[in-house]
Every structure is written in C-alpha cells, then in structure tokens.
C-alpha cells in the first residue's frame, strides 16, 4: 500500500519556541492531506485539512496563527506549532488522501512542550 | 455533528476466542464507515470498510456489516491471534471515500497467549 511517513517521531521542546512536523507521501502524491490531534485514551480530532497550492482548512476552534500549515509540494505537508505551551503536548497524526479516496496515515509525532 | 462511539477498553482475550468491539454512529446523511487499526509504533491502517447499508467488510479475518437501522459497524472475528493486538478506531466519512474522517475513541486489544 501507500506509505506517508512523519517526522519527527517524538520530539520535546521547551516552552515558547516552535516545532515543525513533516508528513510526506513516499510514493504517491497527494493534493490532500489532514492533520489530527490525539489526546491520551481519546479519539482522534480532526485539526485541518491541507490542500496543496492553497490555504488550509481549519476546524471550529483551531487556531490559524498557532498551528501554522503548509502544504508546498503534491508529496509534503508541514505542521509548525507556534509558540507552543505545554497544555500543546499531544500527539499529532497526518493522513495523505489517495486519488482514489483512501486515507493513509502517518505513524504520529509525540510532542512534549516542558 | 456526525459522532462515532466506541466500546470503552482495554479489551483483553485469550487466543482464538471470539471478538466484538462495538461502533455505533450517528450522522446526518448516509456516510462510510470505516474500521482501522494502529499496531504498536506505527500509523492507522485501514483494515476494512462498508460503503452503504448492508455492505459487509471484510479483511484479516475480520468483519464488520453496515447496519443502518441499528447504525452499528460492530467489528468481529471468530478466532484471535496474539498479532491481532493493536488498537482499533472505527470511523466515518460523510462523502464517498475517506475524505474528513471522524473516529471513535479507540478500543485496545489485547492477546493474550
């Protein structure tokens, strides 16, 4: 099947700086792509969808200037939290939308704002 | 909105015995319903899905029927293996395919030897 890979996996930042999450569509190229936030024991939320060449979709009550998208390439998009705080601490998953309308995922970033 | 709602876990059996993980759902128009599945370490894999009523999925030994006057996608399996252990997600999707996707909360399954 289609693979997307994230990256990074993990990482830890401290309080008040930026971080900036990759999703890549390996071997496919994808005009779509969401971004969602898993909570512990929680389901995932949809945050936003990315659309290649335009501007992101943001979900009710996302923030625009605090979870910044880009979407430049029909195989890479970007996540970068702004001035992330520790209640940003979550884990965060990409899908990429096949032409055919299959989701394939990403295996997530664990992101720990100290 | 559109919602799904998942058995709580963890749900722990032995080997070969029999599975169901409950998934009901409400939504406004006639959606797709979906079930994944995250192994340890890795991202969601579909694992099957129905796209009308009385669809049947199917795929690893696992099913799952598309019940619209129960709006249920209980997910089953008659016999177990240790390898099915991962987390499972049932989800829906309003428009033909896996556009915006909505989950349930996840169940976790184990296996036990």
């Known amino acids: 099947g289609a693979v997307v890979s994230q990256h990074p996996s993990w990482v830890i930042c401290k309080s008040g700086t930026s971080v900036k999450i990759e999703c890549r569509s390996l071997d496919f190229q994808a005009t779509t792509m969401f971004w969602y936030r898993q909570f512990p024991k929680q389901s995932l939320m949809l945050m936003a969808t990315?659309?290649?060449?335009?501007?992101?979709?943001?979900e009710q009550g996302v923030e625009k200037d605090k979870f910044l998208i880009n979407h430049a390439s029909l195989t890479l998009s970007t996540l970068t939290v702004t001035s992330a705080h520790p209640e940003d601490s979550s884990f965060y998953i990409c899908s990429a939308l096949l032409d055919k309308g299959e989701a394939f995922f990403g295996q997530g970033t664990r992101l720990t704002v100290v | 909105g559109d919602s799904v709602t998942q058995m709580e876990g963890p749900v722990t059996l032995s080997e070969e015995a029999f599975l169901t993980i409950n998934c009901t759902y409400t939504?406004?128009?006639?959606?797709?319903l979906f079930w994944y599945v995250q192994y340890p370490g890795e991202g969601l894999q579909l694992l099957l899905k129905?796209?009308?009523?009385?669809d049947k999925g199917s795929n690893k030994g696992f099913e799952a029927t598309y019940r619209k006057e129960t709006t249920s996608f209980h997910l089953e399996k008659g016999s177990v293996q240790v390898s099915d252990s991962a987390v499972y997600f049932c989800?829906?999707?309003?428009?033909?395919?896996?556009?915006?996707?909505?989950f349930g909360q996840g169940t976790r399954l184990t296996i036990n030897p």
């Open positions: 129905a796209t009308k009523a009385d």
């Open positions: 990315s659309n290649e060449g335009s501007k992101a979709t943001y």
């Open positions: 989800a829906l999707s309003d428009h033909q395919g896996a556009q915006k996707l909505v």
């Open positions: 939504a406004t128009g006639y959606p797709s």
